[in-house]
Nanobody, 115 residues
Framework: QVHLVESGGGLVQPGGSLRLSCAASGSIFSILVMGWYRQAPGKQRELVAAITSGGSPNHADSVKGRFSISRDNAKNTVYLQMNSLKPEDTAVYYC?????????WGQGTQVTVSS
């Protein structure tokens, strides 16, 4: 089992920045990919960015050039640096850890971009 704890959400003005953190514990050796998803009200959950155990990142087209995913293996933590935030980035952001047998999810953290 993998346990994920997110932090770093909040309220920010358009153009501002936030950094989300996701700390993993438990069977972390089994994790293949970690990623960030988001879900806005009335919309489906969508992939924002992901990073493999080898450190290869992938970002959704909507956030390329603004968001950056990274990981610190020593701390078992994945980060999402979000810059140039837009109102349409407002959503609950979820951390995900994918193993061979299951997807594991954090509790979610709210990001609100508003003036």
């Amino acid at each position: 089992q993998v346990h994920l704890v997110e932090s770093g959400g909040g309220l920010v003005q358009p153009g501002g920045s936030l950094r989300l953190s996701c700390a993993a514990s438990g069977s972390i050796f089994s994790i293949l990919v970690m990623g960030w998803y988001r879900q806005a009200p009335g919309k489906q959950r969508e992939l924002v960015a992901a990073i493999t155990s080898g450190g290869s990142p992938n970002h959704a087209d909507s956030v390329k050039g603004r968001f950056s995913i990274s990981r610190d293996n020593a701390k078992n933590t994945v980060y999402l640096q979000m810059n140039s935030l837009k109102p349409e980035d407002t959503a609950v952001y979820y951390c995900n850890a994918r193993t061979v047998v299951a997807d594991h999810w954090g509790q979610g953290t709210q990001v609100t971009v508003s003036s």
